[in-house]
């Protein structure tokens, strides 16, 4: 593996092929089965809870993925890492296009989950590298990589509804499966783009990269913070289809809320990108949760068409960056060889957040008030964040 300190010869042409990584780790992985839980839920005579845990179950293996990442990122280097989570990760996406039993899918999720945090996680290191090789657009080319799961997003808009439609034309007994075997080759192509200019960011030098222990005390407000992000987003990124299906949408305005929702992902990075260079503590944690607990309740509260696609622009606007936030908090209070161990520490308590979330949201929507009370709850996980990343100061020794 080369370790160099040059920059790449095209930054923002590598920060985009970077930031498919994401796209695969999220947009692809774990976003799209929002679109296709409706379906699957009808076929296999699913409760919103049972729905609900297959997004816990991703969950819990991008836990356990979060926890064994850093050992494997030494052993084995950063790139590597990335592509080799995000090749298992277009396999496991393949293989759900061949099931269709419950227990199956959920040992799928759970290892899909696994490869996502390797992925993420060694992107986001590789980013933030290329963001230390321009400090001045820093923040952008962070917002940059995490923006690129709206590509995911918006990609699953498209296929999913084609696939299922071609799957009920041709007469398939589960429709539903065609979609997942689109999806995991979308994953392999974005994979194979992505290789050679992840490749030329390049490792840390050896004696930069030796791990530094993470003082989980000194950023334990954005951390539970970031955790209450997680309950709280997940469960309108699980459910929200399921609704807006329920109140009557269309489907041709389902997938344009869902695309709309993605391209806005992307665009975060350019809106975002000043505030996370400018802000060094949890500001920028605390505000982008505050406004996603905003829009997050509006589709609860109304089915009026232009009030839940502000909802969705505004999502989408906002989500990932939150997810970039807590790297650009890493960035700006901790050496490089640190880098590590924070963004682990952040995707950890991250993935416990996403596991809680979709069972207490799925829980509450099989209730006699059903998918906006799910909502509801959802909102209020992420005004709790927003109070408790406010109270993270930028450490001392970075100021």
């Not at 290789?195 to 004696?207: D, H, Q, S, T």
């Not at 880098?339 to 799925?362: D, E, H, M, N, R």
Request: glycine letters at 10%; hydrophobic letters at 55%; aromatic letters at 10%.
């Amino acid at each position: 593996m080369p370790t160099h300190d040059h920059s790449p010869a095209h930054p923002l042409a590598t920060a985009l092929a970077l930031s498919l990584g994401a796209a695969v780790a999220l947009g692809l992985s774990r976003f799209s089965y929002g679109l296709l839980l409706p379906p699957m839920r009808a076929d296999l005579g699913w409760s919103y809870l049972l729905a609900g845990a297959m997004n816990t179950f991703n969950a819990l293996g991008y836990f356990v993925g979060a926890l064994a990442t850093p050992a494997l990122m030494r052993r084995l280097g950063v790139w590597r890492l990335l592509i080799i989570g995000s090749v298992l990760a277009s396999i496991f996406m393949l293989m759900s296009g061949l099931v269709s039993d419950t227990a199956t899918l959920f040992l799928q999720r759970v290892c899909a989950g696994v490869a996502s945090a390797f992925i993420f996680i060694a992107g986001g290191v590789l980013a933030a590298r290329l963001g230390s090789m321009h400090s001045q657009r820093a923040g952008f080319y962070i917002g940059l990589y995490y923006g690129g799961t709206g590509f995911g997003i918006a990609l699953s808009a498209l296929l999913v509804p084609a696939a299922l439609a071609s799957a009920q034309e041709h007469g398939a007994a589960h429709a539903w499966q065609w979609p997942w075997l689109a999806l995991g080759i979308a994953c392999l192509l974005a994979t194979a783009i992505m290789a050679l200019p992840a490749k030329a960011i390049g490792e840390a030098p050896r004696a930069v990269d030796t791990p530094r222990p993470f003082a989980w005390r000194d950023f334990a407000p954005s951390l539970a913070g970031y955790f209450m992000f997680g309950v709280g987003y997940i469960g309108y990124m699980t459910f929200v289809i399921a609704l807006l299906k329920q109140q009557g949408m269309s489907a041709t305005l389902i997938t344009v809320f869902y695309t709309l929702l993605g391209l806005a992902v992307v665009a975060s990075s350019r809106i975002w990108a000043r505030m996370l260079d400018r802000y060094k503590g949890g500001e920028s944690l605390a505000i982008l949760n505050g406004v996603l607990g905003a829009v997050t309740i509006l589709p609860a509260l109304t089915s009026f068409a232009p009030v839940v696609f502000l909802s969705g622009l505004v999502f989408g606007a906002v989500f990932l960056s939150v997810v970039a936030s807590t790297t650009a908090l890493v960035r700006h209070n901790l050496p490089q060889q640190s880098w590590t161990a924070g963004i682990s520490a952040y995707t950890t308590v991250f993935a416990l957040g996403q596991i809680a979330g979709p069972i207490v949201v799925g829980w509450v929507a099989d209730g006699p008030a059903g998918l906006e009370r799910g909502l509801i709850a959802s909102a209020i996980a992420l005004f709790i964040g927003a109070a408790l990343a406010a109270r993270q100061k930028a450490l001392a020794a970075a100021a």
